[in-house]
């Protein structure tokens, strides 16, 4: 392939199109221009070559699938979007723009100090962000990176911006700071507000607090998202009662974040939530265990909201160990996601102390065991079991260690496929990029999706793995004219070779790439090609399509934004919605721009 600059034109030849509405018969050659989707011809219609000249890139797809581009609607890659490592991993996957800001800890609001700190093993830092907002934040994105980056307004966050590490109630005064904070992340352009209910400080926040932070996200037409409280499995039902509390109290729509559970559990809790009125729609990655920081599961939340540095002070003494051993560790036994078997199903993902190097890709199981041997080798007298090495591998990383978390029965890949063939599923990953034995859903999920439920399960059909993957987060988020191949669309683009494409990474090899997704295109700009980075960045902030949400409301039979996206009846709506989606994106654009010139004025 030629070298193609930002704004040349690219011409994609001999493409079998197809996305959420279906699949159009035949080949056909698509024509990139400005950032958008130019003109759609049978293939070989015209000489495109010759009438776009010189400076023209013609990519031959060969018959490959041209797909939406895919949107990880579940994402903590906010701040390693920048590492080129990271952006082959998700372009790979085809994924071409990440939403990042979940499980209610993220950089902004505020300096991003919290986030940093809490969500070191999750997130990471942010290599271009030290404050100033929402607004800031998406900025940095800007023309910076391959991908876009949608963000949330994590309530944790802002909860820790107005009351620091308290554990009561908010006062009227601090819930209305709260509020405020939440609403000017919206009209900086975020999509919605996140929870994080297992993680401090959202632990602490109850379903009245919660409710009166969703109101401006109702009001501004944003998406309440929310990791439930509960540890999810068995508990679910629990955290689906408080999110139809919270949204029938403040009207939001909601998202739930990593249903993970049987198959009858998420569908009777999604059904239950219809019953009583509530728009809700959830993600889910097609693997079975979870991920997240060590000390989440087996740390009570009234030690971890404290400063690292007290929490260390804690875990270094031997009286209060003692005290925890005693006290609170028999309790982890009745954890939905875990129970007595618990040191056998954390497996040690990343261990930011070099000296437990070794002990990465074992359970704290077998990492008990194998450090006691160490320890005996070297005529150490004192035994260790699997709450002392968690302990003090804790301790030694200063609290950044991540753990891949089995559950206590392992789903089929029918039962996945169950769950994620549900009309309101949307694809995410939860993908985290730390570590060197990490959760292959971070580089293997969305090429998943596609061979287990295509190929493999063959509950979906192209079209709708389409809709999972893209054209509902697309919609749900307010995310302009992305998710569908049309001419006027946003030229957010992926190649598929639907016999390759599949998951190279696995819970023994983690890190691989995914394979049969070679080329893909952001904004009309070629961003992968043959496999590979091209080095283009024409990635932004995407803020929030307020006029696409407004226009889409249920009123004359107009898309509801509900979880019933494949229904035939919605399909006139989209069609009618596309004028307005069109000249909202332009502006987008524009606003965009505009930021290049005033920083954080998105």
């Known amino acids: 392939m030629t070298e193609t600059l930002p704004h040349d034109p690219v011409l994609i030849a001999n493409a079998r199109i197809v996305d959420e509405t279906g699949a159009r018969a035949g080949t056909h050659d698509v024509l990139l221009a400005g950032g958008r989707i130019a003109a759609i011809d049978a293939a070989g219609a015209r000489d495109a070559r010759a009438a776009l000249g010189r400076r023209a890139t013609v990519v031959d797809a060969a018959g490959r699938l041209l797909l939406p581009g895919f949107v990880d609607a579940h994402s903590h890659a906010d701040g390693a979007v920048f590492d080129p490592e990271v952006q082959l991993a998700l372009l790979r996957q085809g994924v071409t723009t990440v939403i990042g800001g979940q499980d209610g800890v993220g950089f902004a609001p505020g300096d991003g100090a919290y986030g940093t700190e809490y969500f070191a093993a999750i997130n990471g830092r942010h290599p271009h962000y030290a404050g100033g907002g929402v607004g800031a934040l998406l900025a940095r994105y800007d023309g910076t990176t391959p991908l876009n980056v949608a963000t949330l307004v994590p309530a944790g966050t802002v909860r820790f911006a107005v009351m620091g590490r308290s554990t009561d109630a908010p006062t009227p005064a601090e819930l209305d700071e709260m509020r405020e904070l939440v609403a000017s992340g919206l009209a900086d352009g975020a999509v919605g507000l996140s929870t994080g209910l ?252 596609f061979s287990l439920l295509v190929g493999e399960q063959r509950t979906l059909g192209w079209p709708d793995a389409s809709a999972l993957v893209s054209g509902r987060a697309a919609r749900r988020f307010g995310l302009g004219e992305r998710g569908v191949v049309r001419e006027g669309a946003v030229a957010d683009l992926v190649l598929v070779d639907p016999e390759r494409v599949r998951a190279g990474a696995s819970y023994a090899a983690p890190l691989e790439l995914a394979a049969g997704i070679d080329d893909v295109f952001v904004a009309g700009v070629p961003v992968l090609a043959n496999g590979a980075l091209t080095g283009a960045t024409p990635g932004r902030g995407l803020r929030r399509s307020a006029s696409f949400l407004r226009n889409g409301a249920a009123t004359d039979g107009g898309f509801s934004g509900r979880s019933t996206f494949a229904e035939p009846a919605n399909a006139p709506a989209l069609l009618r919605n596309e004028d307005t989606l069109l000249r909202n994106d332009g502006a987008l654009l524009s606003n965009d721009r505009a930021a290049d010139d005033g920083e954080g004025r998105a």
Not at 232 to 241: P, R, T
């Open 198 to 449: 297992d993680y401090v400080p959202g632990v602490f926040a109850d379903a009245a607090e919660l409710a009166d932070l969703a109101r401006p996200v109702a009001a501004a037409g944003g998406v309440y998202v929310t990791h439930m409280r509960g540890g999810y499995e068995a508990n679910s039902a629990a955290g689906i009662d408080e999110i139809g509390a919270v949204a029938t109290a403040s009207g939001v729509r909601v998202h739930v974040s990593h249903f993970h559970a049987t198959p009858p559990i998420v569908r009777g809790e999604l059904a239950r939530l219809a019953e009583a009125g509530v728009d809700a729609t959830f993600d889910a990655y097609p693997y079975t265990r979870g991920c997240s920081i060590l000390a989440m599961p087996i740390l009570p939340a009234s030690l971890t909201v404290r400063p690292a540095a007290e929490v260390l002070a804690v875990l270094a003494d031997p009286a209060e160990r003692a005290r925890l051993r005693a006290d609170w560790f028999p309790t982890i036994t009745g954890y939905a996601s875990l129970g007595p078997d618990w040191p056998a199903m954390l497996t040690l993902a990343h261990i930011a102390a070099p000296e437990y190097d070794w002990a990465h890709g074992l359970s704290l199981a077998e990492a008990a065991e194998a450090s006691a041997r160490r320890s005996a080798s070297t005529a150490a007298a004192e035994p260790i079991d699997a709450i002392d090495f968690a302990l003090d591998v804790l301790v030694a990383s200063r609290l950044e260690v991540n753990v891949v978390m089995a559950v206590q029965h392992e789903r089929s890949d029918a039962e996945l496929a169950e769950i994620l063939s549900h009309p309101s599923a949307i694809g995410g990953s939860d993908g985290i990029f730390l570590g060197r034995h990490p959760h292959p859903r971070a580089r293997g999920s969305f090429a998943r999706y």
